[in-house]
């Protein structure tokens, strides 16, 4: 009978660098995960901060469709302060006039805002809408003539253009 000698050093060895390889594959596996989880949660934060974004936008525009629909009768107002002021008897209208500042108010308090259009100032297509031209001095091409239509913007955003008249 023969006997076999086994080398116990040999096979704990391998045993151990079995064991070593396991703890590295695990590890590489832990990292792994851990990254994927980062990436997650880092993609959660980002959703959460998008749509809180467009909620506030949403708020701050939710009235849009209401106040633009009421921006002619802001401008009737407007227009029939204008015409009182040339009657004679002015007085009489002082209730309109209160009426008139009172809606103003409200639509201000909600976040509507005039734009400031001035004659005079160069036409900008981005912020003004050209109605149209009529041929000017050399000084006033380019320029607004006159106003046809105030522009208001309800936060951050354009809801009417001005209308204006621009030399040519």
Known sequence: ????TV???STSKTANSKFVNQINDLKKQLKDEED????LFAEFENYKKRT???RIDLYKTAGKEVIG?????????????????????PGDFVGLELIFNKFNDILKTNGLLELDVNK???FDPELHEAIS?????KKDSGNIIDIVEKGYKLGDKIIRYPKVVVGQ
């Open 69 to 89: 629909s009421l921006l002619p009768v802001l401008d009737d107002f407007s227009r029939a302060i204008n015409e009182s002021k040339k009657m004679k008897n």
């Open 120 to 122: 005079g100032d160069s």
């Open 133 to 137: 031209q009529i041929k000017s001095k």
């Open 1 to 4: 009978m023969v006997k076999k």
């Open 7 to 9: 080398n116990k050093k």
């Open 52 to 54: 809180t974004k467009e």
């Open 36 to 39: 994927k989880y980062l990436r």
